[in-house]
Every structure is written in C-alpha cells, then in structure tokens.
C-alpha cells in the first residue's frame, strides 16, 4: 500500500486524549498506545517518531507514514531585559502569530494566541488593527506550548518552567470554541502539560452564549475584559458590548462562577488616561463588582504605534486602585512587562508583516521595471 502523501497525514497535536485513542484504533493498535505516545509528545517534547523507543519498529514506521507532529515555527524571538519573551511564529500560508512568556518569582505565564489577527475591533487593541485572517488550528494553539517549553528548557514534570497558560493572546479564544477547548484540555491532562484547571484561563471579550457553553466544555479559569464602568463608554471601546451589554455579560458570569463556587471571575481592565480612569469610572466599577465574586486586575495602556490612547499616570492608577480596595474589593496593578520588546499585543507581528509586505512590495516595483526593460 502506497503511504499517504505528507499533507494527508494526522498531525497528532490536533488530538487530545480521546482523539489520540481513536487514531491508535483506527491503525490496528491498543488504545494504550496513545498515552505512550502522549508522554513522548508533551512530556519529553520528542518530534521524532524513530527516537520513542518504547514502541516497536513497526508502529514507528505506520506513524511516520500515516502521522506527524507538526508545530508553529519561530520566526522573530525577542527578549525583555525583565526576562519576558515574546515569539513571533511562523504558520503556512504565510501567517504569524504572537506567544509571550512572562516569568514571575513563583510561577512563569504564558501568553497564547487563538486567532490570526482578531475580529472584534476593540478600540485599544494593537492586534485589532489587523483584521482577522482565521482561527487556529489545535495544533497551532497547543503547538505555540511546546515551542515555547522548547525554548524554556521546560520538561513536564521535571523542570517546570511554565506554570500557569492564559488564552488571552492574539484573537478572541470563544469565537474558536472548539479548537481552544480541545487545546486547553492538552494543557489540562495528565498525559499533556498536566497544568491544574484553575492554571489554566481564558480571556474572553464578553460573548455570552459562549460563556455558557465553555462553563459545560471544560473547567478552567475564567477572565473577561471589561474594560469600561458603563455601557456607554464600553459601547465605544469594546463594540461587542453593542450586542452583549453588560448587565448580561455580569449575569453569564454569575451563572459560570455558580457552577465553581470556590473560584472567582477575573475582570481585566485597561486603564487609559482620561478615558477610563477617573474616579468616578471607579465607583461605578464598585457597583458591577460586587454582583458577582471576583477580582480586578488593573492594566496600564500599552501603547502601540497609531494609536489615540495614552496609559495612565502613576499617580491616577494607584488612587482609582484605591477607591476599590477601600470599597473592600480586591483590585490588583498588573506590572508592565516587555516594554523594550514591543510590548503590545500583536505589535511585533505588525513590524513583521509590514516588513515583509514592504519586501514584497518592492520585489514587485523592482520585477516591474526589470520587465519594462
């Protein structure tokens, strides 16, 4: 029997658990097999199918027929002088995505994509600026884990370099549902990255239906960007909330965190100068927040080339902080990270892809010429 062409084989990072087993299945082996192969894959980080030395030489040779393990590439590689690093990676079709590392003294973040570019057109977003091209593949999402625990040293269950994984990178991870869920739970399993249901969060613009569906798919952490006190001014920054408003973005969180009562929702909020952070904008933010237990976690703008925001000040970051916690709510200041790395989510993609269209764009006036000759 001829072998498969390479673009027909499976690309075992677009399996979980039980996908994996069927594909053993599906080849004539026990379905044991693929927690083998699942150690290999995500906890010793091995490409190669001749190198597992566990499985015999003729299951080694049908999985380099019929399968593969195919990740995003490292295109760009920047790093912080605080230690973030940020990976532009490299997709076919000549797409890119953004990962961000973010190492802390008692645990190490890591920032992943969902999307190639996103849809949503949030006003304050660097990635918004973009459009969107597609959704990722689960190869594509859990892919940009193993590049970047590659890159860490990071072996699971040995040296654990990665802690904790927010999907709160490029795209929005709901209107992905499916490919996201199947990738968290590869973050989530024992024979994956065995990362604990509450290390694991999602970050979501507000998309109601969504948060209820995920609350059935998978237990994991839940963030929602809120962003704006009032349904007027997030209207303007977030214009999802013209279709989902806040008070049934607040009820959808309240029926999610029903279902886990020891957890809380994490609300992220974008301070920017004059828009969104007065105090006034802080006691209506007291208001919404004790509807539902939960934590604030306060971001200074990121500027990005274009854009019409500016951060906060100092000064204007810690008093609107203050006003919630002497409201007896727990509000937190996310520390800036990677400012000299082209901090902003979906900055550093930007540079790359302006260069190459530049590039491209110059080949062309030069075969131009070279044919008017």
């Not at 566990?54 to 995003?72: F, M, N, Q, S, V």
């Not at 190492?103 to 570019?117: A, D, K, N, Y």
């Not at 918004?128 to 859990?142: H, Y």
């Not at 989510?345 to 070279?370: N, P, W």
Request: charged share 25%; glycine share 6%.
């Amino acid at each position: 029997m001829t072998a498969p062409a390479p673009s027909e084989k499976v690309n075992l990072l677009d399996l979980d658990r039980a996908g994996m087993e069927a594909f053993f299945e599906s080849i004539g082996e026990k379905r044991w097999r693929a927690h083998q192969v699942m150690k290999w894959i995500y906890h010793r980080l091995v490409d190669d199918f001749a190198a597992m030395t566990d499985l015999g030489k003729a299951l080694r040779a049908t999985l380099e027929a019929r399968a593969e393990i195919r990740e995003p590439e490292i295109g760009v590689s920047q790093r912080s002088a605080d230690g973030t690093e940020k990976w532009v990676l490299k997709l076919a079709g000549g797409n890119a995505i953004e990962t961000v590392y973010i190492p802390e003294p008692t645990r190490g973040t890591l920032c992943v994509s969902s999307q190639v570019g996103c849809g949503l057109n949030c006003r304050f977003c660097s990635t918004a600026t973009q459009g969107f091209n597609r959704n990722l593949s689960t190869a594509e999402i859990i892919g940009q884990v193993r590049v970047a625990a590659k890159a860490l040293g990071n072996v699971t269950h040995q040296v654990r370099r990665i802690t904790n994984v927010v999907m709160m990178g490029m795209g929005e991870p709901l209107l992905n549902f499916d490919h996201v869920v199947r990738a968290m739970s590869l973050m989530r399993d024992d024979l994956g990255f065995g990362l604990a249901n509450k290390r694991v969060t999602l970050s979501t613009a507000g998309l109601v239906p969504q948060i209820d569906a995920l609350s059935a798919a998978a237990d994991v952490s839940l963030a929602v960007s809120l962003h704006a006190p009032n349904d007027e001014l997030r209207d303007r920054l977030v214009p999802l909330n013209r279709k989902y408003p806040i008070a049934d973005l607040l009820a959808a969180c309240q029926r999610y965190q029903a279902a886990r009562p020891r957890s809380s929702i994490t609300f992220e909020y974008t301070l920017m100068r004059g828009v969104n952070d007065q105090p006034e904008h802080a006691r209506q933010l007291i208001k919404l927040l004790r509807r539902v237990p939960s934590k604030l976690n306060l971001i200074p703008f990121n500027p990005f080339p274009g854009t019409e925001f500016e951060r906060s000040g100092e000064a204007e970051i810690r008093a609107f902080q203050k006003i919630i916690l002497d409201a007896g709510l727990l509000a937190t200041v996310r520390r800036t990270r990677g400012d000299d790395i082209d901090a902003a989510c979906g900055q550093l993609v930007g540079k790359v892809l302006d260069r190459t269209r530049r590039s491209r764009e110059f080949k062309a006036r030069v075969g131009e010429k070279l044919d008017a000759a």
